[in-house]
């Protein structure tokens, strides 16, 4: 448990080995790097600072367990590195300014704030649900403030300007103090049970502290105890047997604690042993015998001789390794196993390293975020490997170099097959239970609760959330370049959705004198979500908008995100006029779900919601389609947006790259694949050189490093191959890289959309061919189709029954509903051949 941060200040010199045994501290990112580091640190950003992603990463891989970054950096930040290393750094009074984006980019927050109010932080962690709290404040800090603070989740950040090794003042409070706040006892002597540990954790014996012996051990730094019989107990003072003090930590009650300690002499045992629970054993006991052997092993025996002879050491490391690796059984690979263990031991202890040193350089190399690519040494390789998974963000090769993961078919087995045509899983539960609470919100409260939230999360302060048609014409102005490459994507879109629209109706007589007839009419009102906020999104608007005007629906309501000042984005706007919008809603998220499903006093409600969004909005709409309440239904499921490019030899590299980088910027889960038919090694190294340097070129280079560094290259030997494993993956996109690609457009079975031949890009689709760019998505190409005009229709069906048809039909439906047991059914129909 840490129960306070010190923050260190440049005059903490003297305080600073004390800290350190007590848990991590926090240094300013103006420290010198190169000054020594405790184990466990983080490191605070300045908010003047400007944001230089390798300062981030630098800290980040020299061993900072987080870093502490204003929002300016953080925004930056939440694409590359890993939630659980972000803290925002934000004072009090910014809270409004923290988007869901950041929010959920980060694992906790630092609030500065001028004093401590325990009332209004409790209330803040409730907006901040899951994340850490830290509270960072001028004020005087004190024993109950601290138990305070930690009593509603919070911990305190000190300054140590505040902190003294010295007796607590009004202005200071002494370190052991500050540690001790939260600390109670069950025991009637008052005592805290404490285990006493070796550095690598392995248990010595359970003695017991008391305030004063835990003071003196977080200062000193020897181990100190309270004897039951004797009073302080400061450890090898008579014997001999001293500890240094490692850490000392408190357990998740507050009721006892751990040391961990160097133990010098016999051992931590009145005994003479190293542990109270006897001898140590495996690893420790291996470390404590070459360390005995080193200092004192006799001449020719074979321990002293491989110290003695490097040569030799490393060759017998060398050849246990070897036979590791041929090892196959569980009992033969334990054997080799153990055998490496002890030569790599062996030298480890020559050179002065221990167990702990080897573990703290695996918990410093677990913190990098640069990673290379793994691959063996050509010395070690029998052939080439293909580069690795990258798995921490961002994923940096060792030359810098951005590639894709390579497959070959016919060298996988049907379950790698299986896990290449798998999507990351999405955990849509616990979306829901996040975003339940904003749409419960906005069902019950209204245009008031609508309100709240936009300003809470858009950070808009409105007064009305929805703009009802005539449009202001100052809203609506665009640049004239813009504008008319809008009308021509609407004229496009619009005449192939045009021709769509199911306008005839269906009459089949099924028998003589009965017909059956079916005919559309259009979904009445429908929501169109398109993301926004800062983004301008009027491809979006446009997808879903032209076939709704298309399909006649009589209210269309435009929902989107505003900008802080409460406007909508001139060219959203205009598109909105451009498909005849009923309305406007300036709100997102799930706010904006719940409105168009519920309505709300000035928001209509509507029939079925429209377009693609976050999380959030994918979960929100999941939610009210479930409810009966709401008599809603939705387009299609959502994932992360996903490309899959088939190519051959006559494909142009640059222009697959290309391909491949345009899905890959959407966002680091983007899922990309290359299928490769029989190319050569030359022509993959070629399409595998443009990725690289395309991806170089773009200013989102740091998301595409990571969605390329999880994508694929499947190599298959023909294209039937190839149109199988496309067909299995269901892609969002398909792009067709292929000589003679039209005829092979008859092998597709499932796609969102395809792109036929090198002159097809995916962006054409995105944004003005005509097609439309909401697709379905992790593989729902086999069950649904990319939205359309028919998407915006309903069918209805009809019949028209003669009386000379009912005398034929009329027995039929009487036999059949009397062998249902339904008479009043049978009845229907016999009361009127009857007449």
């Not at 406007?584 to 000035?602: E, F, I, M, R």
Request: glycine share 6%; proline share 6%; charged share 20%.
């Amino acid at each position: 448990m840490t129960v306070f941060l010190p923050l260190v200040e440049e005059a903490a010199n003297g305080l600073l080995d004390a800290l350190t045994r007590i848990g991590p501290v926090v240094f300013s990112s103006s420290r010198d790097p190169q000054l020594p580091l405790p184990s466990e640190f983080f490191v605070l950003v300045d908010q003047a600072s400007p944001f230089v992603l390798d300062d981030a990463i630098s800290w980040l891989d020299i061993g900072a367990l987080k870093l502490i970054v204003p929002l300016s950096w953080a925004k930056e930040l939440i694409q590359v590195i890993s939630p659980d290393r972000l803290l925002l750094l934000l004072d009090v009074a910014n809270i409004s300014a923290v988007s869901d984006t950041v929010r959920n980019g980060v694992s906790g927050v630092l609030l500065k704030t001028p004093a401590v109010d325990l009332d209004l932080i409790a209330s803040i962690s409730k907006f901040f649900t899951g994340s850490a709290i830290h509270v960072l404040s001028t004020a005087s800090i004190t024993s109950s403030l601290i138990r305070g603070l930690l009593g509603i989740g919070a911990t305190p950040v000190l300054p140590t300007s505040q902190l003294t090794l010295s007796a607590t003042t009004e202005s200071q409070i002494n370190i052991a103090d500050a540690f001790l706040a939260p600390i109670v006892s069950d025991r009637k002597d008052g005592l805290f049970p404490t285990v006493v540990s070796s550095e690598t954790g392995h248990s010595l014996g359970l003695v017991y502290s008391s305030v004063e012996s835990i003071r003196e051990s977080i200062i000193t730094g020897k181990g100190v105890y309270q004897s039951r019989k004797h009073g302080l107990w400061r450890k090898g003072e008579t014997s001999g047997a001293t500890q240094d003090v490692v850490s000392i930590r408190l357990d998740c009650d507050s009721d006892s604690l751990e040391f961990r300690v160097v133990q010098h002499g016999a051992g931590f045992c009145h005994l003479n042993r190293h542990s109270c629970f006897g001898e140590s054993s495996g690893l420790p006991a291996l470390e404590n015998t070459l360390r005995s052997r080193f200092e004192s092993a006799p001449e020719g025996s074979y321990t002293k001789r491989l110290f003695n002879d490097p040569e030799l050491l490393g060759s017998k490391i060398m050849e246990e390794a070897d036979e590791l690796c041929r090892a196959e059984t569980k009992s033969d690979v334990a054997f080799e196993a153990a055998d490496l263990f002890y030569f790599a031991l062996t030298k480890c202890i020559a050179a002065g390293v221990g167990i702990t040193d080897i573990e703290a350089s695996l918990d410093k190399k677990a913190r990098r975020v640069t990673r290379r690519a793994g691959n063996a040494k050509p010395q070690w390789s029998s052939k080439p490997s293909a580069p690795e998974p990258q798995p921490v963000a961002p994923a940096v090769e060792e030359d810098g170099a951005i590639r894709l993961r390579m497959f070959d078919l016919a060298d996988v087995s049907p379950s790698e097959r299986t896990a290449l045509l798998r999507r990351p899983v999405l955990k849509s539960d616990e979306m829901i239970n996040r975003v339940r609470p904003i749409v419960d919100q906005v069902r019950t409260g209204g245009d008031a609760a609508l309100l709240a939230l936009t300003a809470k999360f858009d950070k808009a302060e409105l007064t009305c959330t929805v703009v009802l048609p005539p449009f202001a014409a100052d809203s609506m102005v665009v640049d004239p370049e813009v504008g008319a490459a809008i009308r021509t994507a609407y004229a496009n879109i619009k005449k192939f959705h045009e021709a769509q629209a199911d306008t005839a109706v269906l009459r089949v007589e099924t028998m003589p004198g009965v017909v059956c007839s079916r005919f559309a009419r259009p979904i009445a009102r429908v929501g169109l979500y398109v993301p926004g906020g800062t983004a301008i999104l009027p491809s979006t608007a446009l997808m879903l908008g032209i076939p709704a005007q298309v399909a006649g629906c009589h209210e269309i309501v435009l929902a989107t995100p505003p900008r802080p000042d409460g406007s909508i984005s001139p060219e959203v706007m205009y598109v909105a006029h451009l498909v005849g919008a009923s309305a406007v809603l300036k709100a997102g998220g799930a706010q904006a779900v719940a409105a168009l499903a519920y309505g709300t006093q000035t928001v209509p409600k509507v029939d079925k919601i429209f377009g693609p969004g976050n999380q959030w909005v994918t979960a929100a709409k999941m939610l009210v389609q479930n409810d009966t309440d709401a008599l809603v239904s939705i387009d299609m499921p959502a994932g992360p947006s996903e490309v899959l490019v088939i190519a051959d030899h006559t494909a142009n590299p640059a222009f697959v790259a290309a391909d491949l980088l345009s899905q890959a910027e959407h966002g680091v889960d983007s899922q990309v694949v290359l299928v490769a038919v029989s190319l050569d090694s030359t022509k993959l190294a070629e399409i595998e050189k443009e990725v690289d340097v395309q991806a170089h070129a773009l200013s989102r280079v740091d998301i595409v490093r990571q969605s390329i560094g999880k994508s694929i290259i499947v190599k298959c030997g023909s294209i039937s191959e190839a149109l199988a494993f496309s067909n299995d993956y269901a892609p969002e996109h398909l792009i067709l890289h292929l000589e003679k690609a039209s005829d092979v457009v008859a092998l597709v079975q499932n796609a969102g959309s395809v792109f036929v031949g090198p002159y097809s890009p995916e962006s054409c689709g995105d944004y003005a061919s005509g097609t439309n760019h909401t697709l379905p998505t992790n593989g729902y190409a086999r069950q649904f189709s990319g939205v359309n005009t028919l998407s915006f229709q309903k069918h209805i069906t009809s019949q028209e029954v003669t009386a000379e048809g009912l005398q034929t039909l009329g027995p039929v439906v009487a036999t059949l509903a009397d062998c249902e047991g339904l008479q009043a059914h049978a009845n229907a129909v016999r009361i009127r051949l009857r007449n």
